[in-house]
């Protein structure tokens, strides 16, 4: 099977099927090569609808997962994006490609070394990749949207009071097995409404907080 027939039947059969109708966001996955952005060890697995272990115990999100969360944060062109987790800096790029600028922070500096040539491999001069820890982002800029490319057990007051007013934040909330994709909208200074999207699992994010469980 040719690299273009997997791409289309990656669309076709894993991502549409899962209400991803956006026209423009099916023709981004269409142009933009996932394959570029996956170990060269796991190239096989670009378009199979599964995570893709990265290095530093760290993975790929699933391909109908980013295309979701994409669609539903309807991200625009006038529009500032922060990211919590790069990674390869595949969900980067998608992003890049739909606002104004991205900013993605990656802890790891091997995988901050990869999403920088996967990125500029790709022609995305207005995606930055900092080194930094997302659960400790000193910086106190305000986004459009905010995007946690991983889990938490919940998402942190203070990220979304980074949030711009009409600002939207996607995560994946909960513990396993099963964590809940969802966003959440500021309409107001002091009015935040979150959306459920899906079920899922996806790898945590590292240092953020954890409930406190007792044992008895």
């Not at 991205?102 to 995988?111: A, D, F, K, R, S």
Request: proline share 5%; hydrophobic share 45%.
């Amino acid at each position: 099977m040719s690299i273009e027939q997997a791409r289309f039947n990656m669309i076709e059969q894993q991502i549409r099927p899962w209400n991803v109708l956006d026209a423009g966001i099916l023709e981004l996955l269409g142009s933009v090569r996932r394959e570029d952005f996956v170990p060269a060890a796991y190239r096989g697995l670009a378009f199979m609808d599964t995570e893709i272990p990265l290095p530093c115990g760290q993975n790929m999100l699933a391909p109908k997962v980013e295309a979701r969360i994409l669609q539903e944060l309807a991200v625009r062109k006038d529009e500032w994006v922060l990211e919590i987790g790069a990674g390869s800096g595949f969900m980067a790029a998608l992003l890049g490609h739909r606002a104004a600028a991205v900013q993605t922070l990656e802890i790891h500096e091997e995988l901050v070394t990869m999403a920088r040539a996967n990125l500029q491999r790709a022609g995305m001069n207005n995606v930055t990749v900092e080194q930094a820890d997302g659960a400790h982002y000193a910086k106190s800029a305000e986004f459009d949207v905010i995007v946690l490319s991983g889990s938490v057990a919940q998402i942190p007051q203070d990220l979304l009071q980074r949030l711009k007013p009409g600002g939207r934040l996607a995560a994946i909330v909960g513990d396993e097995p099963v964590m809940r994709a969802q966003i959440v909208t500021r309409a107001t200074a002091t009015d935040f409404r979150t959306r459920d999207l899906f079920d899922t699992v996806a790898t945590r994010l590292e240092h953020f907080p954890e409930p406190s469980r007792f044992q008895f």
